[in-house]
């Protein structure tokens, strides 16, 4: 794992989103969530049936 700060510049520029990529992006978030045959909306009932693949952990921090 590496620090943003402990980056170089052109490697933080290498990351960074261009111009481009930032206008996708907000179009993206415009745009509406669409749901088809493949990715059908999730019913309260449909969400019940869900099961956690990790349960969670019991800590101090946590007491569930």
């Known amino acids: ?9 052109a ?3 290498e990351l960074a989103f261009t111009a481009e990529e930032r206008k996708e992006l907000d ?5 509406p969530i669409t749901f088809d045959a493949d ?3 999730t019913t309260p ?3 019940l049936k869900f099961k956690r693949v990790n349960p969670p952990r019991k800590n101090a921090s946590n007491p569930a």
């Open 39 to 41: 990715c059908p909306e």
């Open 11 to 13: 490697t933080k520029e």
């Open 45 to 47: 009932e449909r969400a």
């Open 27 to 31: 179009n993206a978030r415009k745009m």
């Open 1 to 9: 794992m590496v620090n943003i700060p402990d980056l170089s510049q």
